[in-house]
């Protein structure tokens, strides 16, 4: 009796093992050629493609965290991780509407209305399932605050000669008005949930945690995740070759660092949406003259 349960143990390991690696291979290729593909065929936001990508990634991650709903710490998800995903991505649909942009992954329209019914019913199902996130320590909280000043830095390195174009033009002139803080915020907000929420729970969640599984060891998996991070942009090559050689590969290390030491993708989620937004910032000339 005890061999056959033991058999029915293993054949549910491999049966869990075997869908939860096709969820991040689904994943993966949304990410990768799929995403690269409507980039160069639809340029424009205002495509369907972009919004089938975000829609079926976030439904895609959603179900991997039911799915290992009770090993979550094993992907590096944590409680504070899991509010940002069920919480953001809902958001930057109401921070698309409010910018006016109308396009299918803004509220309400049809993909807007599916993210939050995809947040909504795995946060109901969680919860029925008994599961109940750990109360954050201190250390988690010096952790993300690692991670917010860590993508604010990578946003602003490479970009000094913007600052100090905008500090020569003297005293007043050069501050940042109450609207360009008002837009960094929400650009801040929304990178969370366009970029952190898609990105990070699977190379640095769910695809480091079963790389461990299989045994690999953690410099290992630090270094593969960034390489394929720097593939997943790969239309930046021509147009943006710096930041595909190399400000995509260093973030990719650095938001993998946070994930390796804090145990967490949380600091990594807010560090990309930190840099993000901080390019957002400086390119889009938010500050005002």
Known sequence: ??????????????????????????????????????????????????????????????????????????????????????????????????????????????????????????????????????????????????????????????????FQANAGLGGAQAAPSSSVTVSAGLAFLYQLGFAAVSEEPLFRGFLWGYLRRLGWRQVWVWLLQAGLFMIAHLYFINALAFNFWVIVPVAGLVFGWFAWRSRSIAPGMLAHAAYNAGVYVIFLGLFSR
């Open 1 to 162: 009796m005890s061999g056959m349960r033991l058999a029915i143990m293993k054949d549910k390991d491999a049966l869990h093992s075997v869908v939860a690696w096709s969820a991040v291979g689904a994943l993966l290729f949304l990410r990768i050629p799929f995403s690269i593909f409507i980039t160069y065929a639809y340029p424009s936001d205002e495509q369907l493609g972009p919004a089938i990508f975000q829609a079926g990634t976030y439904l895609l991650t959603a179900f991997l965290i039911w799915w290992e709903r009770d090993s979550l710490s094993a992907v590096n998800m944590d409680g504070i991780a899991l509010a940002l995903f069920l919480l953001l991505k809902p958001l930057q649909t109401l921070i698309l509407s409010h910018w006016g942009i109308e396009i299918p992954l803004a509220f309400p329209h049809p993909v807007g209305l599916l993210i939050w019914a995809i947040a909504t019913g795995l946060l109901i199902a969680l919860w029925r399932s008994g599961y109940r996130p750990g109360v954050p320590g201190v250390s988690t909280w010096i952790w993300l605050g690692f991670g917010l000043l860590a993508g604010i830095a990578l946003s602003i390195l490479p970009n000094l000669g913007v």
